[in-house]
């Protein structure tokens, strides 16, 4: 998925603005919130988060659907990389896995693409 966030700023910019989070806040991880295009799903208000490195992918679930005003029939799904990452898992170490070790997304934010389907028909 191409975010727009990456489009509408330059590297450079998001670069120094990655920078600046991670120094400013250094427990917590820049991430950038979007939604797929073909979602049924309203869109956030804010697609940039600063996030605690110790809440779990599971806990942002219920801050972004709640943002979102998702009914609880429906689901959210979110997507890194293509992959559904794990609730169970501490943003710090998606964070540190994603970011740095194996995408190495070179602008210190770490991109989360949202998703829904219907849970019951």
Do not use: W
């Amino acid at each position: 998925m191409k975010f727009a966030y990456k489009e509408e700023n330059t590297f450079e910019a998001r670069l120094q603005e990655g920078e600046k989070i991670c120094k400013k806040y250094p427990k917590c991880v820049p991430v950038i919130v979007e939604k797929f295009p073909r979602a049924n799903v309203s869109n956030l208000d804010k697609n940039k988060y600063i996030v605690p490195g110790d809440i779990t992918v599971g806990q942002f679930y219920f801050l972004i659907r709640r943002r979102i005003q998702l009914k609880p029939e429906k689901a959210l799904f979110f997507f890194v990389s293509n992959t559904i990452p794990p609730t169970s898992a501490n943003m710090g170490a998606l964070y540190e896995v994603c970011c740095l070790r194996v995408h190495r997304d070179l602008d210190k934010f770490l991109y989360i693409a949202y998703s829904d389907e219907s849970v019951y028909g």
